[in-house]
C-alpha cells in the first residue's frame, strides 16, 4: 500500500516479456545498502493456517535486503495464537539477521498505548488488518478548529505574522465551494485563515483535482497563487502568478517530496524574514 496520494488514471505498464526476478534481487540487494529498505505487514490471526499467509512467509524467507520487518497482527486471539504466529515467522531475518518485530494489537502493551491516545482525544480506531489508526488520529486531532487556534498562537508569538480566521459563513458568502467541499467529511465546521494571504500550492501528475479547484478558485478572486510543479504546461501554471517546476523524473518508482518541501520551507523562511526587516507590513 503506497503511503501517497495520485488522482486521476494510473497507467498500467504491462509485463510484456520475462521478468529476471534474480538481477531484481541483485539490484534491490544494492540498493538497500545505501537505502534502507523495511517491510510493515499487516495480518490477522484469523489467517493462521491459510494458504496465502504460508506463502508470504515462505517467500519472506529468501529475501536478503529488508533492514527491518514489522508485522502488526489484529484480531481477537489467546496467547497461545500470539506464540503459534511468531513460530509461523521463524526462519524470516532481516539484512542484519534479526528477527521481525512482532506487533500484539491485543497485547496489554500495546492496548495500553491505544488507551493513551484516547485519553489525549486520539481515536485510534477500530481494530483490523491495514486499519489506518494514525491517519484517523490525525483526521480527529488536526480540525480545522486546531489549524486555526495553532494561527493564532503563531501570530501572537510573531509580530510580523497576522491572522485572521474566516468562519464558514463567511467562506460560502465569498463563493468558495471547492474549499468547503475539503472539509464536507469533517464535523468541525470550515475555517479559512487570511483572506488576503497568498496561496501556496504543490502538485505533480497526475495532478489532484481538489488542489487545482482550489487553486482556480484563488485565481479567479484575485488571490496570489505560488505553485510548485513539475512542467510549465502543468494545469497548475495557469492559475499561478509564479510557478516553481522542479523536474520529476519517469525512472523512479513513486514522486519524491523532498525537493518540493525544502523549497516551500525556503519560500516560507524568506517571506517571513522579510516581513520581519519591514516590520511586519
Given at each position: ?11 498500467t ?13 541483485r539490484e ?19 489467517e ?18 529488508l533492514s527491518?520487518?514489522v508485522?502488526?497482527?489484529s ?6 495464537d ?17 528477527p ?5 494489537n491485543?497485547?496489554q502493551?500495546v ?5 493513551t491516545?484516547?485519553e ?12 489506518a489508526?494514525?491517519?484517523t ?15 493564532r ?15 464558514e459563513g ?22 479559512l ?11 505533480f501528475?497526475?495532478?489532484t ?9 484563488c485565481h ?13 504546461l502543468s494545469?497548475?501554471a495557469?492559475?499561478?502568478r509564479?510557478?516553481f ?26 517571506v517571513?524574514e ?8
Amino acid at each position: 500500500m503506497a503511503d501517497f496520494h495520485q488522482g486521476g488514471s494510473i497507467t498500467t505498464l504491462h509485463r510484456l516479456g520475462r521478468s529476471d526476478v534474480e538481477r531484481l534481487e541483485r539490484e534491490l540487494l544494492q540498493h538497500s545498502r545505501a537505502r534502507p529498505v523495511a517491510l510493515v505487514l499487516p495480518c490477522l490471526f484469523s489467517e493462521l493456517g491459510g494458504p496465502a499467509l504460508k506463502g508470504i512467509v515462505d517467500g519472506l524467507r529468501g529475501v536478503h535486503y529488508l533492514s527491518e520487518i514489522v508485522v502488526s497482527i489484529s484480531g481477537p486471539a489467546a496467547r497461545a495464537d500470539y506464540e503459534q504466529m511468531r513460530s509461523l515467522f521463524d526462519g524470516v531475518t532481516t539484512l542484519s539477521g534479526q528477527p521481525p518485530v512482532l506487533l500484539w494489537n491485543s497485547g496489554q502493551r500495546v492496548q495500553a498505548l491505544l488507551e493513551t491516545l484516547r485519553e489525549e482525544g486520539l481515536e485510534p480506531g477500530s481494530d483490523g488488518k491495514g486499519a489506518a489508526a494514525v491517519e484517523t488520529a490525525l483526521r480527529a486531532f488536526v480540525t480545522p478548529r486546531y489549524l486555526a487556534e495553532a494561527a493564532r498562537d503563531l501570530a501572537k508569538a510573531h509580530k510580523s505574522v497576522r491572522t485572521r480566521v474566516l468562519e464558514e459563513g463567511e467562506i460560502r458568502k465569498l463563493g468558495m465551494g471547492s474549499f468547503l467541499s475539503v472539509t464536507r467529511g469533517s464535523d468541525e465546521p470550515a475555517r479559512l485563515i487570511g483572506p488576503k494571504d497568498a496561496l501556496l500550492v504543490v502538485s505533480f501528475r497526475n495532478y489532484t483535482p481538489d488542489v487545482l479547484a482550489i487553486a482556480q478558485d484563488c485565481h479567479k478572486r484575485g488571490v496570489p497563487v505560488v505553485s510548485i510543479t513539475d512542467h510549465a504546461l502543468s494545469p497548475l501554471a495557469l492559475h499561478s502568478r509564479v510557478c516553481f517546476q522542479i523536474d520529476e523524473r519517469p525512472t523512479r518508482p513513486f514522486p519524491m517530496l523532498v525537493a518540493p518541501l525544502c523549497l516551500a520551507q525556503a519560500l516560507v523562511v524568506a517571506v517571513g524574514e522579510a516581513l520581519t526587516e519591514k516590520g511586519g507590513k
